[in-house]
């Protein structure tokens, strides 16, 4: 990196569906029960889309706030980079280019990035690059998923699991040393089976034989997905810190994806670290894919929990099989004073 560029989150926003699911709620019509969701996953409401609200609809609010917050004008944004695996549209045109219209982003070019549940810090990194190469001053990333519309409500080992949600953040040019300190991205294609969406791509296309057969809707095998969270992505948290020249018990925060919080409890076990330097909100939002974590980050700063210098582990893991890591020195966003 530049020795003067750096990259900070001068700005986070987020979206929430109004619709508040609770694990009772769902009892009423999944084959399961409060006591069941929360025991094994630590999960007592998601947040449903109604009709109209979508995954750009959600990005859109995120993404509004993000740049109120930073007051940053749209002019002056010059990319917007979408993480989601449940776009407005399955084939094009890409969510982030109805996002870039949406907020008169009219300098900005605009793509979406799909890396499952580790899409946002894959997403963040990619940003902290552009801004570090001098490429462009102000990056929106947002994540964004709307999985409800992907659950088989027959299956109540996947069905009680997600939500929908998105989260976002202006990444922005500073001559103050901190943001991104080092990253760890990877995957391995050979545990793709367990974690997917059967049909609905090209191998695939949609028909009424797929959609009888439920094959539009997630399909875990949830020991190899769990055996695989609770280890690779901890492995890759500790290179990132290693990397950034610091040790993960020096780390002030740890904002991990918010798959449930046995994975936390189980990471934080074996990495012989205390539970509470893992943030979780996911009693509140289940599974919300690339948004968990910008909920997260958003969720932490709100409560206090970020403060200015704070170094912070970034994890995220997911479908592919992916994982991200990244360790991210916070610097406290300071907007522009107004008409600036």
């Known amino acids: 990196m530049s020795a003067s560029r750096f990259a900070r989150i001068s700005g986070l926003g987020r979206s929430l569906p109004s619709r ?32 109209g609200e ?25 990319l ?3 993480a989601t695996s449940t776009p407005d549209h399955q084939v094009f045109p890409a969510t982030a280019s109805m996002v870039q219209d949406a907020l008169g982003l009219t300098a900005a070019g605009a793509y979406d990035l799909d890396a499952a549940c580790s899409g946002f810090v894959y997403a963040l990194v990619t940003a902290g690059q552009f801004i570090a190469s001098g490429s462009y001053e102000h990056v929106l990333v947002i994540g964004s998923d709307t ?3 992907w659950l088989d409500f027959t299956d109540r080992t996947t069905c009680v699991l997600f939500g929908d949600g998105a989260g976002a953040a202006l990444v922005s040019a500073t001559d103050r040393a ?5 990253f760890v991205l990877g995957s391995d294609g050979r545990g793709a089976k367990h974690l997917y969406v059967p049909a609905g ?36 948290l500790v290179q990132a810190a290693d990397r950034a020249g610091v040790r993960l018990a ?14 936390l409890q189980t990471v934080a076990h074996n990495l012989e670290l205390p539970e509470s ?38 994890m995220g893991f997911g479908a592919g099989l992916t994982w991200a890591t990244a360790i991210w020195q916070w610097h406290e966003p300071a907007p522009r004073p107004a008409g600036a």
């Open 178 to 182: 901190g943001g991104l300190r080092s």
């Open 250 to 263: 020096d780390l002030d925060l740890i904002v991990a994806h918010q798959a449930n919080d046995r994975i």
């Open 277 to 314: 330097l893992f943030y979780s909100n996911v009693k509140h939002y289940g599974n919300t894919s690339a948004a968990s974590i910008p909920l997260a980050l958003y969720d932490a700063r709100a409560e206090g929990r970020l403060s200015d210098g704070a170094m912070v582990g970034l």
């Open 80 to 82: 917007v980079i979408v």
């Open 201 to 236: 791509g090209s191998r695939k296309p949609p028909s009424a034989d797929t959609v009888a057969a439920h094959e539009h809707a997630i399909r875990m095998n949830g020991h190899q997905v769990y055996r695989f969270s609770t280890t690779t992505p901890a492995d890759a």
């Open 147 to 149: 999985l409800s519309r």
């Open 54 to 78: 979508t995954t750009g609809t959600m990005a859109i609010q995120a993404g509004c706030e993000a740049l109120t917050a930073s007051r940053v004008p749209p002019s002056e944004v010059g």
């Open 20 to 51: 508040i699911v609770s694990n009772d709620e769902l009892s009423t019509f999944v084959d399961t029960s409060d006591e069941w969701i929360r025991s094994r996953t630590g999960i007592a409401e998601r947040r449903f889309v109604s009709d």
